[in-house]
């Protein structure tokens, strides 16, 4: 049985309740974090309690717990569940507000959540020999996708029509015609010697196995190139990947029903995740 934390209190999940004031659940008022547990560790979770920080920073949420709490409160959780394999689940909202109002009050107590998700991340393993295929899709977004905020209906979307085309994730397209990132995912290419994602600005998030993978580029003397890329070069690439919390590094083999390469997941992809699985361990 999944344990939650909410607002001080260790409960069952089923027992846990919010009101329906709460502006994350009327506005999408809120943020959160996503962790991975694997082999009985939390991934990278100093990384993600301090982009947690950030996008409370951004949004003017102040909570009383400290991100040493948050990290011990984690780790309680990831104990009483015995979680060996899945994820650890925050998110924060700015709380409740009655009578309904677009303009918060400043007296708002923040609703705090915490609580574990049993999820078999191996399967990850075998898909990442097959690779995976993936659709493009319009980026329907607001204009602040650096902040992990809960408001995910263009996410939803976009992976939705991805899961009806029986495709792994949906890669956004801006207006532009530019790929910004994927509907959960930071989105790459590999060209040469070259691995080429996004620049970090407000049109992307920036991820935590992102933040990771490009030191374990540079090491293997590949040129890690933040760089604006049309869709077509998606198709012109040698290898395209996906990174994320929970895929971790997932070669994609056809975008739009077409192959990228032979059709099969590529040499330094592959690479690349199986020292990102060495470095996490």
Same mark, same amino acid.
């Given at each position: 049985?999944?344990?939650? /934390?909410?607002?001080?209190?260790?409960?069952?999940?089923?027992?846990?309740?919010?009101?329906?004031?709460?502006?994350?659940?009327?506005?999408?008022?809120?943020?959160?974090? %996503?962790?991975?547990? /694997?082999?009985?560790?939390?991934?990278?979770?100093?990384?993600?309690?301090?982009?947690?920080?950030?996008?409370?920073?951004?949004?003017?949420?102040?909570?009383?717990?400290? +991100?040493?709490? +948050?990290?011990?409160?984690?780790?309680? +959780?990831?104990?009483?569940?015995?979680?060996?394999?899945?994820?650890? /689940?925050?998110?924060?909202?700015?709380?409740?507000?009655?009578?309904?109002?677009?303009?918060?009050?400043?007296?708002?107590?923040?609703?705090?959540?915490?609580?574990?998700?049993?999820?078999?991340?191996?399967?990850?393993?075998?898909?990442?020999?097959?690779?995976?295929? %993936?659709?493009?899709?319009?980026?329907?977004?607001?204009?602040?996708?650096?902040?992990?905020?809960?408001?995910?209906?263009?996410?939803?979307?976009?992976?939705?029509?991805?899961?009806?085309?029986?495709?792994?994730?949906?890669?956004?397209?801006?207006?532009?015609?530019?790929?910004?990132?994927?509907?959960?995912?930071?989105?790459?290419?590999?060209?040469?010697?070259?691995?080429?994602?996004?620049?970090?600005?407000?049109? +992307?998030?920036?991820? %935590?196995?992102?933040?990771?993978?490009?030191?374990?580029?540079?090491?293997?003397?590949?040129?890690?190139?933040?760089?604006?890329?049309?869709?077509?070069?998606?198709?012109?690439?040698?290898?395209?990947?996906?990174?994320?919390?929970?895929?971790?590094?997932?070669?994609?083999?056809?975008?739009?029903?077409?192959?990228?390469?032979?059709?099969?997941?590529? %040499?330094?992809?592959?690479?690349?995740?199986?020292?990102?699985?060495?470095?996490?361990?």
């Amino acid at each position: 049985m999944a344990t939650c /934390y909410l607002n001080g209190k260790y409960l069952p999940l089923s027992k846990a309740k919010i009101s329906v004031t709460d502006r994350g659940f009327q506005f999408s008022d809120g943020v959160y974090e %996503v962790i991975a547990s /694997y082999d009985g560790t939390l991934i990278d979770i100093d990384l993600h309690l301090k982009r947690l920080k950030k996008s409370l920073k951004e949004i003017d949420i102040k909570i009383n717990l400290s +991100i040493e709490e +948050i990290l011990k409160i984690s780790n309680k +959780i990831q104990s009483m569940d015995n979680l060996k394999t899945g994820i650890i /689940y925050i998110q924060v909202t700015r709380g409740n507000q009655n009578p309904r109002d677009h303009k918060y009050a400043n007296n708002l107590k923040p609703n705090i959540i915490i609580y574990s998700i049993q999820k078999d991340l191996k399967a990850n393993d075998q898909l990442s020999n097959k690779g995976v295929p %993936v659709i493009t899709y319009p980026d329907i977004r607001w204009l602040r996708a650096d902040i992990k905020s809960i408001s995910l209906l263009g996410n939803v979307m976009a992976v939705n029509k991805a899961k009806d085309m029986k495709c792994h994730e949906a890669i956004l397209i801006d207006q532009n015609s530019n790929v910004t990132e994927g509907n959960s995912s930071s989105i790459w290419i590999i060209k040469g010697n070259k691995c080429i994602t996004h620049p970090l600005t407000n049109k +992307i998030l920036n991820g %935590v196995t992102r933040k990771k993978l490009i030191s374990i580029i540079k090491k293997n003397d590949l040129i890690f190139e933040e760089k604006i890329f049309k869709k077509e070069l998606l198709f012109k690439a040698n290898e395209v990947f996906m990174t994320n919390a929970t895929n971790f590094i997932m070669p994609i083999i056809k975008v739009d029903k077409i192959k990228i390469g032979k059709g099969l997941p590529g %040499v330094i992809s592959l690479l690349l995740r199986k020292q990102y699985l060495q470095a996490i361990k």
